[in-house]
């Protein structure tokens, strides 16, 4: 139980580009996702919590307007690079959890986006 | 504020060896703790949690991590090494107030035959 499905794996596409991220909760409702950035050799850093039916809370120096959270349902949200430039390339991993806060948080297998 | 402090980025160990990676954090209330692996471009895994309880917890593979207040750390063991560890190792911390996880720099387990 509890899978998190991310899509695309990996998208290559040219700078100006718009790209969207899905992370799925596949057997249970997720009221809390979360998008984390990781840098090539580098941890994991929280870009966004996200909670279904409200706006998405950004962390210090994320820009909203660039990277555009949608949290539609308890069991989808997606993460929108606007206008992807090559220093937005990066690897993108979702998390989903239920409201329980000692219950982990499920990760997706992470979308690798290298933008040319 | 939390943080979390994983000693040593590269970890080697051979086949059959015991497995030590370190993690200490900072938490202003109780902690819960976490370890995940992840294997290359792809997500994490939980390996185990700490919430309450007993301090000695059992995660998959293997693994178990101790919980010890007083040295504010939660180090992750496997008594033998099997080639298929070799992994990179998160640990994270979460507070009572956020559900968001501070995850720590990371630890490179490389696993000589």
């Known amino acids: 139980g509890a899978v998190v499905s991310q899509h695309p794996s990996r998208v290559i596409c040219k700078s100006g580009t718009s790209v969207k991220i899905e992370c799925r909760s596949l057997?249970?409702?997720?009221?809390?996702m979360f998008w984390y950035r990781q840098f090539p050799k580098q941890s994991l850093m929280l870009m966004a919590t996200?909670?279904?039916?409200?706006?998405?809370?950004?962390e210090q120096g994320v820009e909203k307007d660039k990277f555009l959270i949608n949290h539609a349902s308890l069991t989808l949200s997606t993460l929108t690079v606007t206008s992807a430039h090559p220093e937005d390339s990066s690897f993108y991993i979702c998390?989903?959890?239920?409201?329980?806060?000692?219950?982990?948080?499920?990760f997706g297998d992470g979308t690798r986006l290298s933008i040319l | 504020a939390q943080s979390v402090t994983q000693l040593g980025s590269h970890v080697s160990v051979s086949e059959g060896a015991l497995v030590l990676l370190r993690c200490n954090y900072s938490?202003?209330?109780?902690?819960?703790l976490f370890w995940y692996v992840q294997y290359p471009n792809q997500g994490l895994q939980l390996l185990l949690k700490?919430?309450?309880?007993?301090?000695l917890v059992k995660g998959i593979n293997g693994f178990e991590a101790e919980f010890k207040k007083s040295e504010t750390s939660f180090h992750l063991t496997k008594p033998s090494a099997h080639m298929s560890d070799a992994a990179e190792y998160f640990c994270?911390?979460?507070?009572?107030?956020?559900?968001?996880?501070?995850f720590g720099s990371g630890t490179r387990l490389q696993v000589q035959p």
């Open positions: 994270a911390v979460t507070d009572t107030g956020r559900r968001a996880l501070t």
């Open positions: 998390s989903a959890k239920v409201g329980s806060l000692n219950q982990p948080q499920h």
């Open positions: 700490y919430t309450t309880g007993a301090t």
């Open positions: 996200s909670n279904e039916g409200s706006k998405a809370t950004y």
């Open positions: 057997d249970f409702q997720a009221t809390t």
């Open positions: 938490s202003s209330v109780p902690p819960y």
